[in-house]
């Protein structure tokens, strides 16, 4: 089976981790649909009791195959899209985190590139022999760190409630 290998980021997520929920809430992704990813060892996170604990650069992993999933690739495609992943984005962390240039991932699920120069980018698309698919990392990214940004406990407003609906027994 495919095992994740951990890539240590610097930027604002750099050390922070993310609950399943946390997770779910930015990607669009359901609780038990990253429950079996992690048992099917796509992507695995940390296990704290029953909590799920994901790194920044799982939390990218899972937002990319997200973004994947939607456009239909498959499981098997995304496996190898993350292998490339995973070996490209050791070397190139910080041309993804710097943000001077927009960093996208293109593939037609067997071919894969990482690009951050538009004319490649355009170049790959035109002379695609299959449809080419377009996925942000580095929004995926912006995504993350806005989260983390976003993330301040929440205040319970103080005053009164708006009443439930109050059910009468029908008679009759």
């Known amino acids: 089976m495919f095992k994740t290998k951990k890539i240590r980021i610097d ?6 981790e993310f ?8 990607t669009g992704v359901s609780l038990r649909q990253l429950q079996w990813w992690d048992e099917q060892k796509v992507v ?4 704290e009791g029953h909590k799920r604990l994901y790194l920044a650069e799982e939390a990218i992993e899972i937002a990319v ?3 994947l999933r939607r456009k239909g690739f498959s499981l098997q495609k995304i496996r190898r899209v993350l292998r490339f992943l995973q070996k490209e984005m050791g070397k190139r ?6 943000a001077v240039s927009d960093m996208h991932l293109v593939t037609d699920g067997k071919s894969i590139y990482l690009e951050s120069e538009s004319d490649s980018i355009i170049d790959l698309l035109k002379n695609a022999d299959e449809p080419m698919f377009l996925v942000c990392v580095t929004d995926q990214v912006r995504r993350l760190e806005a989260t983390v940004v976003d993330e301040a406990p929440a205040r319970k407003s103080v005053g009164r409630e708006t ?3 109050v059910r009468r027994p029908r008679v009759g």
């Open 44 to 47: 695995s996170p940390r296990h």
């Open 93 to 98: 962390l910080t041309e993804i985190f710097s």
């Open 65 to 67: 195959i997200a973004e």
């Open 19 to 26: 609950t399943s929920s946390a997770i779910s809430e930015v």
């Open 163 to 165: 009443p439930r609906a």
């Open 11 to 16: 930027s604002n997520l750099g050390g922070r």
